[in-house]
T-cell receptor, first 112, second 111 residues
């Protein structure tokens, strides 16, 4: 069966510090991968998606970036965090040709 | 106008009640519809997946799509306290999709 992992589960970072969140998927190959942010009281906002290694599409202009160095690894990064980057970050995957997306457990980021 | 809209709630019901959760959407090209359940501080989990109009039943859950009115519903029978969560609806077209989610409706089922 497929599983998706995210770490860390929680993170508290000062403004201006760098960020690296990691997501890995097991049990599948060539997945589509996604990063979402969910701010308090708001819906899911798609940040990035990837259909393959090194292929990243950005949905929202901001100080975040994403990379996919391996087929089942997706990384969300920032060089300098802003207060507005606080939120719940969710990684998701879907199989090629399928619409269903499956989410990881999320990382709760607080920027102080 | 947002492509998918939901009442954020909270919707409070007693245990055993029938719950109706609803979404409206504006994109007439949507053909697939999904409901996700999200417990507090957890990632969303796929609950129901339907195609085009009609009903789909899975245990205590029934998903209903009315494409003519661009209205999708999730019914929960015999609601339980464990059903307390935020329910997110989603619509999409065919092919690879950027997802369009509703903001979610928070449901509270009291024992």
């Amino acid at each position: 069966s497929q599983t998706i992992h995210q770490w860390p589960a929680t993170l508290v970072q000062p403004v201006g510090s760098p960020l690296s969140l990691e997501c890995t998927v097991e049990g599948t190959s060539n997945p589509n991968l996604y990063w979402y942010r969910q701010a308090a009281g708001r819906g899911l906002q798609l940040l990035f998606y990837s259909v393959g290694i090194g292929q990243i599409s950005s949905e929202v202009p901001q100080n975040l970036s994403a990379s996919r160095p391996q087929d089942r690894q997706f990384i969300l990064s920032s060089k300098k965090l802003l207060l507005s980057d606080s939120g719940f970050y969710l990684c998701a995957w879907s199989a090629r040709g399928r619409n269903e997306q499956f989410f990881g457990p999320g990382t709760r980021l607080t920027v102080l | 106008q947002k492509e998918v809209e939901q009442d954020p709630g909270p919707l409070s019901v007693p245990e055993g009640a029938i719950v109706s959760l609803n979404c409206t959407y504006s994109n007439s090209a949507f053909q697939y519809f999904m409901w996700y359940r999200q417990y507090s501080r957890k990632g969303p989990e796929l609950l129901m997946y339907t195609y085009s109009s009609g009903n789909k039943e899975d245990g205590r859950f029934t998903a209903q799509v009315d494409k003519s009115s661009k209205y999708i519903s999730l019914f929960i029978r015999d609601s339980q306290p464990s059903d307390s969560a935020t329910y997110l609806c989603r619509g999409l077209n065919t092919g690879f999709q950027k997802l369009v989610f509703g903001t979610g409706t928070r449901l509270l089922v009291s024992p």
